[in-house]
């Protein structure tokens, strides 16, 4: 598609959680800072919220990077719809055990309990995390709480880190699990970029991606797309895509306001402003038909 017309090695605003492109803005690293000292004071539990495209499974991969193999053994858990048995089972998968999913909850703890105890003899930590937390049921949020009271007189063997969307706070606040929510002793929650944050964001995905030419998005594009996302990382990926798209279509060699304002009435998430000129969203829609086109020539 564009890449060769603005000489770029990849697509520089993929929706992928590359850690390659990840940007320690204050606001960032900030979140990734609380995520290494809390670690390390071993505590149970640790909370990371932020509304939906605001970078949680791009800053949980950047924090499991940071970790030293040699120190920290860590567990992803990117499903949240899983019932207690099957988290515990999937724990105990990732931890290297082999055990049958018909094993009784009891066993189960049990042999969690002694893989947990042999990684503390090699003084290693065990670290959980769990994406899209929101959405995990109470039962299994209990069941989180009850893998936290495996310890010994020094220390949690194993560590919780929960991302998820704010809907999180609501959930933690239902009575069953009160004692969970008592253990949360860290918790960052991530916020839309401002328009400075964007523009440093914007520069920093294009020179990644080795767009080597004079700025790409005029001052008044990186506005709008600023107006348009409302700040959201996802949302400023996919705007800034389509205005690429838009503007390689039309053989131009920068992004302009009018491209941005009709990549964001493109697409339903966005907040496009009343002005937008029906002709620039019908101009993207026969730009991207265009290029299809061409792509299969």
């Not at 017309?5 to 590359?18: A, K, S, V």
């Not at 290494?36 to 949680?56: D, M, N, R, S």
Request: glycine share 4%; hydrophobic share 45%; proline share 5%.
């Amino acid at each position: 598609m564009y890449l060769e017309h603005f000489g770029l090695r990849e697509f520089p605003f993929t929706l992928t959680p590359d850690t390659s492109y990840f940007l320690a803005s204050p606001h960032y690293q900030a979140a990734l800072n609380t995520l290494l000292i809390a670690i390390h004071t071993g505590e149970g539990f640790i909370k990371i919220t932020g509304e939906v495209g605001t970078g949680k499974t791009l800053l949980c991969r950047q924090f499991l990077d940071q970790l030293e193999t040699s120190q920290f053994i860590t567990v992803y858990i990117p499903n949240p719809y899983l019932t207690p048995h099957s988290l515990m089972l999937s724990v105990a998968d990732e931890l290297g055990l082999d055990i049958p999913a018909n094993t009784d909850q009891h066993y189960l703890l049990k042999a969690i309990n002694l893989a947990l105890l042999d990684f503390a003899k090699q003084e290693k930590q065990v670290i959980v995390c769990l994406d899209e937390a929101q959405a995990m049921p109470i039962e299994t949020l209990e069941a989180l709480r009850l893998l936290t009271n495996l310890e010994t007189e020094k220390r949690k063997l194993l560590q919780i880190v929960l991302f998820g969307q704010p809907e999180l706070d609501l959930k933690l606040q239902n009575d069953s699990i009160r004692q969970l929510n008592q253990r949360i002793t860290f918790h960052y929650q991530l916020q839309a970029l401002s328009l400075a944050e964007l523009k440093d964001y914007v520069a920093h995905r294009l020179k990644i991606a080795e767009y080597q030419g004079p700025p790409l998005f005029t001052a008044s594009a990186l506005k709008s797309l600023h107006q348009a996302s409302g700040g959201i990382p996802r949302l400023i990926n996919i705007l800034a895509h389509k205005a690429m798209m838009l503007s390689y279509g039309l053989g131009a060699r920068n992004i302009t306001p009018q491209q941005v304002r009709a990549a964001a009435n493109d697409t339903p998430a966005a907040r496009p402003n009343k002005s937008i000129w029906i002709s620039m969203t019908i101009a993207l829609t026969v730009v991207a038909t265009a290029i299809t086109w061409m792509m299969l020539r």
